[in-house]
């Protein structure tokens, strides 16, 4: 079981139930789009968030994305940190047919890819250390197509799917997450290796 000092937020039960197996943490759920209505369990994410930090770990189908934003938009991004899981089509075990976008979502990834989008975001994982790389920018992703150019819209989706990063994921997201996986050089190898 791996130890993990910031509280993670899930959407629902039965994400927190998968999560709960793999790491030591504390996990908080949204009961899905319930969070848009209650002010108090809001309240109470903007506190651990401040607090000890807080890692958003939504589905990466839209109704994940929307989730995400919500949050985003309530608590600064100094205390918030996002995990992402790469689109897998499926389905869970529990359910009889896959969801609306024919993902898996939190609760049907394995072990491994979870605790992978817990390392990439940038959770502290007790005994373990991250090094430090200086930041990508957006300058950065526009010198290497990945911003304003004609074609840099299909070039970040063939980048997010070579990574294995959600397809919806914003302009600023993807450079997070970038930031938080790979160096300057790293990108330019694999963005090279694109074309």
């Not at 993902?103 to 049907?108: D, F, R, S």
Request: hydrophobic share 40%; with cysteine; glycine share 8%.
């Amino acid at each position: 079981m791996v130890k993990i000092r910031e509280a993670i937020l899930v959407e629902g039960r039965y994400d927190k139930n998968t999560l709960s197996q793999i790491v030591d943490a504390t996990i908080l759920e949204t009961a899905g789009f319930g969070i848009f209505k209650d002010k108090k369990q809001m309240a109470l994410l903007r506190r651990v968030a401040e607090s000890r930090g807080l890692i958003v770990f939504t589905d990466s189908d839209g109704a994940g994305f929307v989730i995400r934003n919500h949050i985003k938009s309530a608590i600064p991004a100094k205390y918030l940190k996002h995990a992402y899981i790469p689109d897998i089509p499926g389905k869970e075990r529990r359910k009889s047919a896959p969801g609306k976008e024919g993902k898996l979502g939190v609760e049907g990834m394995k072990p491994e890819i979870i605790l992978e989008a817990l390392r990439r975001c940038g959770a502290t994982v007790e005994g373990e250390n991250s090094p430090v790389r200086n930041a990508i920018t957006k300058q950065d992703l526009m010198d290497l197509g990945l911003s304003g150019g004609p074609d840099s819209a299909a070039k970040r989706l063939a980048l997010l799917k070579k990574l294995d990063l959600p397809e919806r994921m914003s302009a600023n997201a993807m450079l997070q997450a970038l930031n938080l996986l790979y160096s300057l050089e790293e990108l330019t190898g694999i963005v090279n290796h694109l074309e």
